[in-house]
């Protein structure tokens, strides 16, 4: 069925501006957070907290939570119990579900939703969902044969399988997980009469970013799309949500999974209306077609709105391997954390993660980025600034109005820090508009570079640290513009590390006030000097190998130790 414009417009919807809702995927429970499941969340953290940086006057809502139902929970509570004490599935799913609160809690991950589909909101919102489009006569009965992939909670057509020549077994070309042949009846969903709708969806302008996934679903879309199965027999899915008025058959948890997005918005009461559609869904790229074809068909199809925005964000490797727990190289967060702490973790993902190809996680350039740009370029930076051999009053000073223009005017190295701190908000804002966090992190490291580099060419520790000294108002200089390229660059980074940006904000005594995306484009110099906050500035402590290292080749999470402790410079400086 192919809706005029008029009607598809209409159930498009008109953008609310003051309101941004964000998901992440809800996470399976059958098997505990990695880093791979972090950085979903990391994503959209990120992205909701440069939203409310950059536009104070919009509501951003973030929502994550836990996906509980289906053949997969069902069988990790089983393997889960054998062999020990019997654990109920529902306490097993509290269990690991709770595990995913305390990491994204751990990861400063601000969200305003943590929906479970075991909630008993979510089972009255997915009922009405399934009335909803029975009603409107998109759901119908009938006898399914096909290939099943229990893993991958779906039907396969011939084209989506690999028969194994020696056993004969087939397995699913996406995921390499084996499927049996079932003979069910079913729900069917009519997917084929959304085919034109969901691909005018997808062609809209940045609906699909990276734009690689766009090509994706549109070859997808470039095949007749057949109806999907939307229900289970109880009897082999029992551990699902009832189709209404028919206990013999289960939502399909795909089903069930997608319409959590409503049911945190509070579907199905009238209130859900204003807080949708979704202004972005991040998503990793293994389920993009549940996302990019299923999830609109279905929107489209109970006359609603389908999300503005799909962020596909592709896989992280371990030492170039897909994590797997056969291959013992699951990099464990909270494990990771010990090493680099939540913020370097946050900040090696956003860095090194690019969402249009995987990344390989590695220790050896954890440590090399971590060391180098957090540590050195910045961390190295604040200290010197702050060191009492410069700056015995411990201030913020006001640069003075003659030294500045005359460094600007006879020194190369701070024309280049000043040109950098002119342009970084600009550009930063642009990287962040399209989640583009590894551009953030470059343009604010080049600032410290270039900031760096006018600290050393100035060398202010040959100025006498001295109040009466001649020297003082071109050493206070020095140090105004140095906190300065620290402060914005601080400012900056909120979003990628939000407890690191506040450690060196607050040890510049800059008032939450002044902490917004709007302070950048003010005049870069401060107007009052202000005393620093007292403690160590050390931000972030240098990670130093442990002698007996092994290997790269081994699991970081594992095998490697390393100790965190201060930057030798760090130590001098301080
Ligand atoms: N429960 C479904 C999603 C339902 S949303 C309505 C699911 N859960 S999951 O736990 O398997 O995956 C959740 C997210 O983690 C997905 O975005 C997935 O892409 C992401 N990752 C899982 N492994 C990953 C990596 N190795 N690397 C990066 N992200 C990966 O799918």
Redesign the pocket.
């Given at each position: 069925m192919l809706l005029s414009k008029i009607k598809y417009i209409k159930a498009i919807g008109v953008r609310c501006n003051s309101l941004h809702y964000v998901t992440?995927?809800?996470?399976?429970v059958n098997?505990a957070p990695?880093?791979?499941?972090l950085?979903?969340a990391v994503i959209a953290d990120a992205h909701c907290r440069y939203q409310r940086l950059r536009y104070p006057e919009k509501t951003v809502i973030l929502c994550t939570g836990t996906?509980e139902h289906g053949t997969k929970i069902q069988q990790a509570e089983a393997g889960n119990r054998a062999g020990s004490e019997a654990v109920h599935v529902s306490q097993y799913c509290d269990e690991i579900s709770m595990r995913y609160r305390n990491v994204f809690q751990a990861a400063g991950i601000l969200h305003d939703d943590f929906i479970r589909t075991t909630e008993q909101r979510h089972k009255q919102a997915v009922s009405h969902f399934w009335q909803t489009l029975q009603s409107r006569g998109h759901i119908y009965s009938a006898a399914y044969s096909g290939w099943y992939c229990v893993s991958d909670e779906t039907f396969l057509t011939d084209s989506q399988l690999r028969v194994d020549e020696q056993s004969g077994t087939r397995y699913s070309l996406e995921s390499g997980h084996p499927v049996e042949w079932t003979e069910e009846t079913n729900y069917m969903f009519r997917l084929s009469q959304f085919q034109d709708d969901v691909r005018h969806w997808v062609k809209q302008e940045a609906r699909i970013r990276p734009a690689k996934f766009e090509k994706i679903l549109l070859d997808t879309l470039s095949e007749p799309l057949p109806d999907v199965s939307v229900s289970r027999p109880a009897n082999r899915v029992h551990w699902a949500i009832p189709v209404p008025n028919d206990d013999t058959q289960t939502v399909y948890v795909?089903l069930d999974?997608?319409i959590?997005?409503l049911t945190s918005r509070g579907y199905p009461n009238e209130q859900y209306v204003t807080n949708w559609p979704p202004a972005q869904q991040?998503?990793?790229?293994?389920?993009l077609k549940?996302?990019g074809i299923y999830w609109p068909a279905f929107l489209i199809a109970a006359g609603l709105s389908p999300p503005q925005q799909l962020y596909v964000?592709?896989?992280?490797?371990v030492d170039g391997q897909?994590?797997s727990k056969s291959k013992h190289n699951v990099v464990d967060p909270i494990k990771a954390a010990e090493q680099y702490t939540m913020e370097g973790l946050r900040y090696f993902l956003l860095r090194e993660g690019v969402a249009h190809s995987d990344g390989n996680f590695s220790h050896v350039k954890a440590l090399r980025i971590l060391n180098s740009e957090l540590a050195d370029t910045l961390g190295n930076l604040l200290s010197r600034a702050c060191a009492k051999s410069l700056n015995p009053q411990q201030m913020y000073p006001v640069p003075h109005a003659e030294h500045f223009s005359q460094l600007l005017r006879d020194l190369d190295a701070a024309k280049r820090m000043q040109e950098a701190k002119l342009q970084l908000a600009g550009r930063c804002e642009q990287h962040y508009e399209s989640n583009h966090f590894h551009l953030v992190a470059d343009t604010v490291i080049a600032t410290l570079h270039a900031t760096n580099n006018f600290f050393e060419c100035t060398k202010p520790w040959e100025l006498k640290a001295d109040g009466s000294s001649p020297n003082a108002p071109r050493l206070e200089t020095i140090i105004a513009m140095t906190m300065d390229a620290l402060r914005l660059c601080g400012i900056v980074l909120q979003p990628m590390m939000p407890q690191l940006a506040s450690r060196l904000l607050d040890k510049l005594n800059v008032p939450g006030s002044q902490r917004t995306w709007s302070v950048l484009s003010e005049s870069c110099n401060n107007s009052k000097s202000c005393h620093l906050t007292g403690g160590n500035p050390v931000l972030f402590q240098r990670i130093v190998e442990s002698a007996q290292l092994p290997s790269e080749s081994h699991s970081p999470a594992k095998s490697l130790q390393s100790k965190r402790s201060k930057s030798k410079k760090q130590l001098k400086m301080s």
């Open positions: 992440t995927p809800i996470f399976y098997a990695h880093i791979g499941h950085y979903s996906d795909w999974a997608l959590n997005y991040v998503i990793g790229k293994d389920i549940f996302h964000h592709s896989h992280w490797t897909k994590m």
